[in-house]
């Protein structure tokens, strides 16, 4: 069982749509929690990092976790066609020195 | 741009070359990363260095030989790779290695992109 699972896609919704992008995971040690945007032909920027569960909210992402269900998600208002690309999760556990990676969501948002 | 960067941005080898791929992280990080990116596939964790000294190998071949000569730099030697070794090579540096909210995000470099021939 691989340790985090993302559909990979693609996505594609019209401009302004809210846009919901989801990991689940196996490991019950995870406490922290990131999402990363990767424009095509550069490296993945963070966008969101939260420790435990609960959300966490910056303009128009709103990163949620619920440990109880293993289950993490990227809200995405008002969407505009500079997100289009692909969205990664990554988490890690507060003993292991490494993070475990999604493979990827891509977006594509239609002017 | 994120502080890290790599060069060069795209690499083309063939089996029997040597070349090295260059990291610098310019935010004052003490750990820095190797990672392989594929395509469908999740970033696979290479190698990790802390404070210079190398902590992770996530039992990588031998053909991919890392060095970090001090905290702000990391190198990737390559040598008689094969044509699977194809992928976007991302460094990323973080404040720590270990879990403590606030110091260990990863920043990532924008990568190289290695075509084995």
């Known amino acids: 069982q691989k340790e985090v699972e993302q559909d990979p896609g693609p996505l594609s919704v019209p401009e302004g749509a809210i846009v919901s992008l989801n990991c689940t995971y196996s490991?019950?040690?995870?406490?922290?929690f990131m999402w990363y945007r990767q424009y095509s032909r550069k490296g993945p920027e963070l966008l969101m990092y939260?420790?435990?569960?609960g959300n966490k909210e910056d303009g128009r992402f709103t990163a949620q976790v619920d440990k109880s269900s293993k289950y993490i998600s990227l809200f995405i208002r008002d969407s505009q066609p500079s997100d289009s690309a692909t969205y990664l999760c990554?988490?890690?556990?507060?003993?292991?020195?490494?993070?475990?990676f999604g493979t990827g969501t891509s977006l594509t948002v239609i002017p | 741009e994120t502080g890290v960067t790599q060069t060069p941005r795209h690499l083309v080898m063939g089996m029997t070359n040597k070349k090295s791929l260059k990291c610098e992280q310019h935010?004052?990080?003490?750990?820095m990363y190797w990672y392989k990116q594929s395509a469908k596939k999740p970033l696979e964790l290479m190698f990790v260095?802390?404070?210079?000294?190398?902590?992770e190998n996530n039992s990588v071949p031998s053909r991919f030989s890392p060095e970090c000569p001090n905290s702000s730099h990391l190198f990737l030697h390559l040598h008689t790779l094969q044509p699977e070794d194809s992928a976007l090579y991302l460094c990323?540096?973080?404040?720590?290695?270990?879990?403590?909210?606030?110091?260990?995000?990863?920043?990532f470099g924008p990568g190289t992109r290695l075509t084995v021939l």
């Open positions: 260095y802390n404070f210079k000294e190398q902590t």
């Open positions: 935010l004052g990080h003490n750990a």
């Open positions: 490991n019950s040690a995870f406490q922290y």
């Open positions: 990323a540096s973080s404040q720590d290695v270990r879990g403590t909210l606030g110091h260990n995000e990863q920043f």
């Open positions: 939260t420790y435990s569960s």
């Open positions: 990554a988490m890690g556990s507060n003993t292991g020195n490494q993070f475990y």
